[in-house]
Structures are given as structure tokens and as C-alpha cells.
């Protein structure tokens, strides 16, 4: 079945590091990937999304390729803020619009000032 | 466009107790989610409407789950002689075309079985 596999955590950076957090992949069709995000006391937020292979998608600094090679969508922030940590979650969906989304276990980020 | 909106926001119940949550998604959204979330995981998928039509359930809706959306509005998820094994965060979910089909997510509601 469809998963999604993420890096061990939680990771702990101090501000302004680079971040990079991995996210790989096993679907039974062609994915379309996401990166969602939850910071404290909130419910969970699109982050970024690609839909198709060597998308890129983006947003407030962060960024993830689509690799089909690699069937991989690692998130990256080339500096980041203490207003960052939350707990970032990779999924999928297979299908279209009315896919479910499968999630990975989630990862925490702790930025230290 | 107030969001996905989950009430109650916290439950605790005794086990065997039934309890019933709900949801109202976005305005116009006809699509609903609901997805289960416990400590240390990611949510897992239990079940989507279409409109009032369900449309998928998860082997994880075991039979003491239901959920309706009777109107294609507002959706509720009972579960029945709750178990301390129900004990998680339960999220609600609504997409449409209109919103690009990104599915946007509740807050959640707590429910600790003791």
C-alpha cells in the first residue's frame, strides 16, 4: 500500500541554520505530495504541494522537490526562525481530487533563538 | 470563511460510554474528511463524503464508528462503548474545486477514554 517515510526527530536547530528534513515515498499510482505543518495549540496547514515529477513547490521560505527517481520530497529552509518550530508532517495522495492523504509520523522542529 | 470548525474541542468519557463529535467544514466545501491522530503518529484516514454520500471507510472505522453528513453540510462521528484504545485526536477535513482541491483541516477534538 501507499506510505510515507520521515526522518527520525525531533531535530533542534538554533536560528538561521539551514534546514532540511527527508521525506520518501512508496505509492501504488503517481502521487501528488504535500508538506503540512502544525504549530502549537493549531490544527494542520498546507505547507507546500507538488503534483507532478521536479515540481517544486514553495512557500514562506521553505521548499520541497518532487524526485520520481528517488520517489523522495525533502523539505528545505535555507535560514530558519524560532517562529518555524512546529511539527512538520510529508503525505501523500494517489488519485485525484478525492484522494485521502497518507501521512508520515511527523517530525518536530525546535528553533532556538 | 471561518474554516473548518470542531466541536467539542476537548471530551473525556468513561469506557463504554458513547460519544459524538462534530464538523462543519468550510462553506460550499463538498468534500469531508475525518482522520484519527494519536501521540507520536501521523492522522490516519478513516472516512470521506461526498456531498451526503459516503464514499470511503477505513478498515481502522471499526463498527462501534459511524459517521453521517445527513445534508451535505455539517458532519458528525459517533462512536459507540468507547475503549481506551479510542483515546486520540480526531480531525476533521473539507476540500472543494473551488479551493483547488487543497484540503484544509479543523483543530481537532481530544478524546481521552478512562
Known amino acids: 500500500g501507499d506510505s510515507v517515510t520521515q526522518m527520525e526527530g525531533p531535530v533542534t536547530l538554533s536560528e538561521e541554520a539551514f534546514l532540511t528534513i527527508n521525506c520518501t515515498y512508496t505509492a501504488t499510482g503517481y502521487p501528488s505530495l504535500f508538506w503540512y505543518v502544525q504549530y502549537p495549540g493549531e490544527g494542520l496547514q498546507l505547507l507546500l504541494k507538488a503534483t507532478k515529477a521536479d515540481d517544486k513547490g514553495s512557500n514562506k521560505g521553505f521548499e520541497a522537490t518532487y524526485r520520481k527517481e528517488t520517489t523522495s520530497f525533502h523539505l528545505e529552509k535555507g535560514s530558519v526562525q524560532v517562529s518555524d518550530s512546529a511539527v512538520y508532517f510529508c503525505?501523500?495522495?494517489?488519485?485525484?481530487?478525492?484522494?485521502?492523504?497518507?501521512f508520515g509520523k511527523g517530525i518536530t522542529l525546535s528553533v532556538r533563538p | 470563511d471561518t474554516g473548518v470548525s470542531q466541536n467539542p474541542r476537548h471530551k473525556i468519557t468513561k469506557r463504554g460510554q458513547n460519544v459524538t463529535f462534530r464538523c462543519d467544514p468550510i462553506s460550499e466545501h463538498n468534500r469531508l474528511y475525518w482522520y484519527r491522530q494519536t501521540l507520536g503518529q501521523g492522522p490516519e484516514f478513516l472516512t470521506y463524503f461526498q456531498n451526503e454520500a459516503q464514499l470511503e471507510k477505513s478498515r481502522l472505522l471499526s463498527d462501534r464508528f459511524s459517521a453521517e453528513r445527513p445534508k451535505g453540510s455539517f458532519s458528525t462521528l459517533e462512536i459507540q462503548r468507547t475503549e481506551q484504545g479510542d483515546s486520540a485526536m480526531y480531525l476533521c477535513?473539507?476540500?472543494?474545486?473551488?479551493?483547488?482541491?487543497?484540503?484544509?483541516f479543523g483543530e481537532g477534538s481530544w478524546l481521552t477514554v478512562v
Open positions: 477535513a473539507s476540500s472543494s474545486n473551488l479551493s483547488g482541491n487543497t484540503i484544509y
Open positions: 503525505a501523500l495522495s494517489v488519485g485525484g481530487a478525492n484522494s485521502k492523504l497518507t
